[in-house]
């Protein structure tokens, strides 16, 4: 019996739909589950929907339908857009009964074992993050999203996360592979070191959830109710525990820290890896609705197809890390790696076996050099596959397709055709060989990447069978059978017009982003009109993007203080900047050069209270050792605002 790999992707939540961040979890998670597949694995693949609480109660509300209708159509649309992309995936939604009968076990489990207790919560409430935000004053922003938080009161449940410090540290360190890449490891690990508050874990302001099995009305808090869900979709099965949870880094605590304390709770065994991926960045922020640069995923599936969006995601992106996304990389990438490359190398090297050898692959071992090249690549490509290195491993792969160019253009088949002597003959079968073997190799490893190009370029080789079912932990050299009739030549990878695919592309969301709209309750399209065209936000004139979201850690690590400018003068030489003598309640004053002085003349700034960046490095301007950063706000090529108060505040104190 073959060992079985059981991953997740998270479970989407139906308060928005299929964008390309959700479409890069789940398309990295089914080229997971087929490469390990193709390595012998029961591989299974887990996804579904979010459909509870406060966010869809008021949406459905809205839109006036009862909020299962409107999960149910969210949970429909992602099940399209993933049977789109020819994904094999296991469907889990937390509205049925199957999912709801866990959750109710999970609790039941956790409260005889002493870890649930009942009480009250009074404070602010994310409705956005569905998250109790602690040591929060009314209208203050949430941590994670920085949205206004709301003030609740009420009876609630309680989980002691509290008490599952230690055994939490314990097993960070016991498994440092629980968390990937380690940057997350070390981040949850810190978190968790500065203390863990107890856990509201039921909700009675609210009626659309999953009940709860003791008096009153409380229905479970969201993230108990949905992390459930990768244990209720396989219930009753063998793929209990998860290989791997894949999630986006920014539900990083919910999995690394309640999930696992939930399950120790319940006596279950917990996940072997929690792996974060990074943000896809467009205009080099993070995609978001207010922003309004949020990429659909269809429109790029119609133009350049579902296998170019998968290998241009995981090549372009090291997995793991933030990575960005645009229109014309995604069509060159294309163009060079996919027309230009494997594409152009799979149609010649068929077409001259066609034309020289009667359509049959020439009896040869190949080039030898090549042939240790490859298999090489094909041990280093599965290593840094099975390292989450995608973009390492296709690079390997490239940089072997590059080498057999060079040796086909070295080798020159059309000129050794021409030649009827042995060597010749010897050679040409060499060259033909080794170039189809390696298109050979690159189908069978790109097979979980491009499922659906792999397969044509294995039934162009004449290959039998599937090229999923093809063993990657039995891939070798030399195993494409001489003799062997080869399939009809086709264009795998058309080259795309790049001005006409970005403008399709455009034209395509602009339509999917009504449509979506519609679905969402956000318009209402007449009866037999197509629905609106939603006009792109866009920031006044002048206005700079926002800049790539950080962490709150990331955030306090900055110290703004308040400080008195003591002295200014010009600083020779330079026409915009002010040498400022600084008291920031310190032993001494410090000395700091800013760009001011287009704005401010020396003797506007003496006695006024300014905000620095006090832990800023020391860097020379002008010759002049610069002690920290003056805080102003402008637009491109207008002046600088320095930052004040309305209310006398003391120097030295810090802004939070």
């Not at 012998?40 to 459909?51: F, H, K, N, Q, R």
């Not at 008490?163 to 498994?175: G, I, N, T």
């Not at 479970?220 to 396989?234: E, G, H, I, P």
């Amino acid at each position: 019996m073959s060992k079985k790999f059981y991953l997740t992707t998270p479970i989407y939540y139906v308060n928005s739909a299929p964008h390309l961040g959700t479409a890069y979890s789940t398309l990295v998670a089914d080229s997971i589950r087929r490469y390990r597949a193709m390595t012998g694995y029961d591989a299974l693949l887990v996804t579904g929907s979010d459909e509870h609480g406060q966010n869809v109660e008021r949406a459905a509300k809205k839109v006036g339908i009862a909020p299962i209708d409107f999960a149910g159509r969210v949970a429909d649309e992602f099940q399209t857009q993933w049977n789109k992309f020819n994904i094999d995936y296991r469907f889990i939604r937390t509205s049925s009964e199957q999912h709801r009968h866990v959750v109710q076990e999970l609790f039941r489990r956790c409260i005889e074992n002493g870890s649930i207790y009942k009480g009250s919560y009074t404070g602010q409430y994310c409705f956005s993050c569905e998250l109790y935000v602690n040591d929060a004053g009314e209208g203050d922003p949430c941590p994670d999203c920085q949205r206004a938080t709301e003030p609740v009161t009420e009876e609630n449940y309680f989980f002691k996360l509290s008490a599952f410090q230690d055994r939490l540290l314990e097993h960070y360190a016991k498994h440092p592979e629980f968390v990937v890449p380690e940057t997350r490891l070390n981040e949850i690990v810190s978190f968790v070191k500065g203390g863990l508050n107890d856990l509201s874990i039921t909700r009675t302001s609210i009626k659309w959830g999953i009940p709860v099995p003791v008096e009153g009305n409380h229905v479970f808090y969201v993230w108990f109710d949905a992390l459930t869900s990768y244990m209720s979709a396989v219930e009753g099965s063998h793929y209990w525990p998860a290989d791997v949870h894949l999630i986006g880094k920014d539900i990083l605590r919910f999995h690394a820290i309640y999930w696992p304390a939930f399950l120790m709770a319940g006596g279950y065994e917990l996940p072997k890896q929690i792996m974060a991926h990074g943000w896809i960045l467009k205009d080099n922020a993070k995609m978001s609705k207010s922003r309004g640069n949020v990429v659909r995923p269809e429109p790029l599936r119609q133009v350049v197809g579902a296998d170019t969006m998968r290998y241009f995601l995981m090549r372009e992106i090291p997995f793991g890390q933030d990575g960005s996304f645009s229109y014309d990389a995604l069509v060159a990438r294309a163009n060079s790696d996919l027309a230009n490359g494997l594409g152009n190398l799979a149609s010649r090297t068929l077409t001259m076996i066609r034309q020289y050898r009667g359509g049959l692959i020439p009896q040869s071992q190949g080039i030898a050099e090549i042939a240790e090249e490859a298999r090489q690549t094909i041990g280093g490509y599965r290593d840094q596959f099975e390292k989450y290195q995608f973009h390492r491993a296709l690079e390997q792969l490239w940089a072997l397709i590059g080498t057999v160019d060079r040796a086909i253009v070295q080798y020159q088949p059309w000129v050794l055709a021409k030649k009827q002597d042995d060597e010749s003959q010897s050679k040409l079968d060499a060259i033909l060989y080794t170039a189809a073997e390696v298109v050979r190799l690159a189908a069978a490893l790109l097979a979980p990447v491009m499922p659906d190009a792999s397969s044509k370029l294995w039934r162009m080789l004449g290959m039998a069978g599937e090229v999923g079912a093809a063993r990657l932990d039995s891939l070798e050299w030399g195993q494409l059978p001489a003799g062997q009739a080869i399939g009809g030549v086709e264009a795998v990878f058309p080259r795309i017009d790049a001005a006409k695919a970005v403008e399709r592309m455009h034209e395509l969301d602009e339509q999917e982003v009504a449509r979506l709209d519609a679905l969402m309750g956000k318009t209402t399209p007449p009866a037999g009109e197509p629905a609106p065209v939603a006009e792109e936000w866009k920031a006044p004139e002048g206005v700079p993007p926002l800049a790539p979201a950080i962490t709150f850690d990331d955030f306090i690590k900055v110290d703004l203080r308040v400080a008195l400018v003591l002295a200014a003068e010009r600083v020779e030489g330079a026409d915009k900047l002010l040498k400022l003598t600084i008291d920031a309640a310190e032993k001494e004053p410090r000395t700091l050069v800013a760009g001011i002085a287009k704005s401010y003349a020396p003797e506007q700034l003496v006695g006024r209270k300014v905000v620095i960046v006090a832990n800023l490095q020391p860097r020379k301007l002008r010759g002049i050792e610069s002690n920290g950063m003056i805080v102003a706000a402008s637009l491109e090529n207008g002046p600088a605002v320095l930052a004040g108060f309305l209310e006398d505040i003391p120097v030295g104190a810090r802004l939070k």
